[in-house]
């Protein structure tokens, strides 16, 4: 059985992905790593994203092909048990893994399962197209969700904008906030083409998910592909104390009580 992971790199340096870190990680876990996106305009539309990961999983040669954004991160200790899920669930088009958003490093949410494990040698004609953001795994031109497919406690850490700065995050979102409104004719949202406007957009936006991030951790706890630039954050970088959130925030009560709900839903699901 051949793993390989795909992953989409436009000027990772300029845009403050922990690119170098990522690599090591996919390189630990697969075969093969194939990267797409290097030639990518600056100014694109949104459609192109999902046109962008479809490249990536038809120029993988694994049986199994995973999509893997510069900010998703296996643990180490997770290698032999996704060994194992792909020899078991062979026949499945995918599997499902939960999603673990951080913000910082102490402290995360579950998000959500991804469906980016996908089984390449048995259902080759997966496409990259489906859901809100058209990038989705679909088959068959239906959306694959995790309730079709076996669910497996192999966590994504996903850091999202823990190491960028405001000026970083700010041009970023102006960018996709333009893509965004070059397929669908508004800006949901996103705010609005200029830099300042997208980043408060993303900030009031921010605000509001922080309080989900109830769950802790200790640092060291951490994948060790990521735990030198985790230990180096520096003041100006979002992860350091999103910008002045982290010693904000107040306990909500209904926050604590959905975590519940969905501790007692999924109670597998785990980050360790």
């Not at 830099?195 to 640092?219: G, V």
């Not at 630039?229 to 003041?235: G, S």
């Amino acid at each position: 059985m051949k793993i390989a992971i795909f992953t989409h790199m436009t000027n990772p340096e300029e845009r403050m992905d922990p690119w170098k870190e990522a690599l090591k990680c996919y390189e630990y876990f697969c075969d093969e790593v194939v990267t797409v996106g290097e030639n990518w305009p600056y100014e694109f539309d949104w459609k192109e994203i999902g046109q962008n990961f479809q490249e990536g999983f038809e120029k993988a040669d694994g049986d199994w092909v995973i999509n893997m954004p510069l900010d998703f991160f296996f643990h180490e200790k997770s290698r032999n048990q996704l060994l194992s899920s792909l020899t078991e669930y062979e026949d499945a088009p995918a599997i499902a893994i939960p999603k673990f958003k951080f913000f910082s490093p102490t402290k995360y949410e579950f998000k959500n399962f991804e469906i980016i494990v996908l089984n390449k040698k048995k259902f080759p004609n997966i496409r990259l197209d489906g859901g809100g953001d058209l990038c989705l795994a679909t088959l068959d031109g239906k959306l694959i969700d995790y309730n079709s497919v076996p669910i497996v406690n192999i966590p994504i850490w996903n850091y999202d904008t823990t190491f960028r700065t405001k000026e970083v995050i700010a041009e970023d979102r102006a960018r996709f906030a333009r893509a965004w409104f070059r397929h669908f004719n508004d800006w949901g949202d996103r705010g609005g083409p200029e830099p300042i406007e997208a980043f408060d957009a993303w900030f009031n936006m921010i605000n509001k998910r922080l309080p989900k991030h109830i769950s802790k951790i200790k640092t060291e706890k951490h994948p060790k592909f990521i735990q030198d630039a985790i230990f180096n954050l520096k003041e100006e970088q979002f992860g350091y104390d999103c910008f002045g959130l982290l010693n904000k925030l107040s306990p909500n009560p209904i926050v604590y009580f959905d975590f519940l709900k969905l501790k007692m839903k999924f109670p597998n699901i785990k980050l360790n």
